[in-house]
Each structure stands twice: as C-alpha cells, then as structure tokens.
C-alpha cells in the first residue's frame, strides 16, 4: 500500500508541473494563503479539495469533530501564526453532518482519552437539550447538534484574544461557521459570520 501511496504522489507531481511548470518553484518561494480552515480530521472531509483550491492556498487545521477549545496550544498556534504571521482575511470553522466525533460525544460509551477532548461537544448538548430533544428524527437531531458544535467553535475563535488584538489594530479578518454535507459535497453557510467585537456579542446574544 505504501508503495502505491508513493507512486501516486509521483504521478500526481508530474500532473502539477505538466499543467503550471512553475507551480512548486512558486510554493517553495512563499506561503500566503488569505484562508484559515478549522475542519474535523475525518478522511471524507478533504479541506482543499471541498473548495477547490491548490496547496499554498488554505492554511489548514483538523481535529476530532472541529473544536477551537481556549486551553489547546496546538491549535492557539496555528490561529495566531494564521491572524499574526500569514495575516489570513478569512477563518472557516468547518463542521460536517454525520460527524463520528459529535455522535461519540453523545452516545454513552466510553473510548478513552478522546472522551476528554470531547467534552465541549457534551457540553453543547447539555445547555441545548431541550431544543434538541424537541427533534424526533435521530439522524436529524445529530445534524443539529453538528451544527450547534460549530457555532459555538465559531464563538470560541471569535473570542480569542488573537482576533482580538488583531481587531483592535484594524485588520481585517473575518469568522465564519459552515458545516460540509457527506451526501452531496456541498457546505451549508450557518450565517454567524463574526468581523468584529461587536458581531461577537452580537453573536453570543443570539445563539443558542
């Protein structure tokens, strides 16, 4: 398998140059993407392929189930060198329906570790429990609760003292909350789009 896996990148090399001959001399010069991407890790939600964009166009970080918690330093440096190094114009908090993640927050059983990671998602549940136990449909109330996880994700960015500081100073950078359909390849813009401290609170008031 591992045999295949470098040959394919050999071919697929080899169809980057045939098509821009110039196309990894250009990436090897410079990163400036003006996209941040915070996706779940899951192997059917390929972040550059989804919008169609080369490498070097999206900065991208992936976890379990898509969380920006406040107290995880690996994702707190990928979110400051995106707003203060890369200077990125655009942060998308990329959650899917049918997320395994999500669903193993909530379904009772116990995996380990990961069970800690996602405790945020638990929590998201627990406050929006009565709307969701309002949704009769399983499958349809896991989506919701897909949904919810992003908005609170998107909230969590937003609050961060990098954007922030990076408010503060006039630049120019904007949150936003989708969630990526496995059914159809298409993403669903939840409307949360946060630019400023007051989109922020904006935000937090409507929310649920």
């Given amino acids: 398998m591992l045999e295949d896996l470098k040959s394919n990148n050999r071919a ?28 779940c890790s899951d192997s059917r939600v390929p972040a550059n392929e ?34 203060d190094v890369l200077r990125v114009k655009h942060i998308m908090v990329v959650g899917h ?49 897909c949904e919810l996880n992003v908005i609170r994700q998107v909230r969590n960015v937003a609050a961060d003292v990098f954007l922030q500081e990076a408010w503060a100073r006039g630049q120019n950078v904007c949150v936003h909350g989708w969630v990526y359909s496995l059914a159809n390849g298409l993403i669903k813009d939840l409307e949360v789009t946060v630019g400023s401290p007051d989109d922020v609170e904006r935000l937090a008031r409507a929310a649920p």
């Fill in 50 to 83: 989804i919008v169609d964009l080369d490498p070097g166009e999206l900065f991208v970080h992936r976890n379990v189930a898509n969380l920006a918690p406040p107290q995880d330093a690996n994702y707190l440096s990928v979110l400051q060198f995106a707003v």
């Fill in 97 to 145: 329906y049918g997320c395994g993640g999500v669903a193993a927050a909530v379904d009772g059983k116990r995996r380990g570790l990961v069970d800690h990671w996602l405790h945020p998602v638990r929590e998201v549940a627990y406050e929006n429990r009565d709307a969701l136990e309002a949704i009769i449909e399983p499958v349809a109330r896991l989506d919701r609760l």
């Fill in 12 to 39: 697929w090399a080899a169809r980057m140059v045939a098509t821009d001959a110039d196309f990894f001399r250009r990436l090897a010069r410079q990163q400036a993407p003006e996209y941040l991407w915070i996706g």
